[in-house]
């Protein structure tokens, strides 16, 4: 457990549309390089960078070829929006790619892998998905935590896969195949109570 909130129980997330009214929040996440360091997503300096990417991720199309399900991430005890999730879906793939960020001041206390849980369910449930993977660094062993909590497998290690804010990193690859999840091995668990 991270020693943010690490005393505090698990709470009730949810995941709700992105819209327009969130930017404050957003530019909040997305202008914290503690937040984004790992991920592709940018690092928004200003608000208008910010309110770009916003304005991407309420459309849910980040490209041609993909599809895209975006969503905030509220805590009922907490601020309004704690966190981004999503999936991005290749077209004809049934294969989805999650991915998930969460307010610093929120980490440690099961959100990320009840959002992630979330996730696995509007994949498999309502979008039909056959496979749902992700990736994730090696520097970063909290998403590999969330990841595992959720029931999914280590697949591999590739080799500079990523080009993250300009650099090529190495990446676990996760992944769960619906017949598992619906097995039970990657249902939405409760986080661990605090110890
Ligand atoms: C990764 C991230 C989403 C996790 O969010 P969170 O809400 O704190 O996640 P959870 O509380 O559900 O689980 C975190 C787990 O990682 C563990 N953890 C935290 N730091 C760790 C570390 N340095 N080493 C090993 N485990 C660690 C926690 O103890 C917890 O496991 P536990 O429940 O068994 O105690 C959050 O750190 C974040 O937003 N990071 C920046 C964005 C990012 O990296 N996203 C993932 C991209 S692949």
Not at 14 to 36: C, F, G, K, M, N
Not at 62 to 74: D, H, K, L, N, Q
Not at 92 to 107: F, K, N
Not at 166 to 175: E, M, Q, R
Request: charged share 20%; aromatic share 6%; hydrophobic share 40%.
């Amino acid at each position: 457990m991270s020693e943010n909130a690490s005393h505090q129980i698990p709470t009730i997330v949810t995941l709700r549309q992105l819209t327009p009214a969130d930017i404050e929040a957003v530019h909040t996440l997305l202008s914290d390089w503690t937040v984004v360091r790992y991920m592709l997503l940018p690092h928004c300096e200003t608000l208008e960078q910010s309110q770009k990417c916003l304005d991407e991720l309420i459309s849910e199309t980040p490209g041609g070829a993909w599809t895209s399900v975006v969503r905030a991430i509220e805590a009922l005890d907490s601020a309004p929006l704690v966190g981004l999730c999503g999936i991005a879906i290749l077209h004809g793939s049934e294969q989805g790619e999650i991915w998930y960020l969460v307010r610093p001041d929120q980490w440690g206390r099961g959100i990320a892998q009840l959002a992630a849980g979330q996730l696995l369910r509007i994949g498999f449930s309502e979008l039909n998905l056959h496979r749902m993977y992700a990736t994730c660094l090696p520097e970063n062993p909290a998403s590999s935590r969330v990841l595992e909590k959720i029931g999914m497998r280590k697949e591999g290690y590739q080799a500079k896969n990523l080009k993250i804010h300009g650099v090529w990193h190495d990446s676990y690859l996760y992944a769960i195949l619906r017949a598992e999840w619906e097995a039970g091995s990657g249902r939405e668990r409760q986080p661990s109570q605090p110890q």
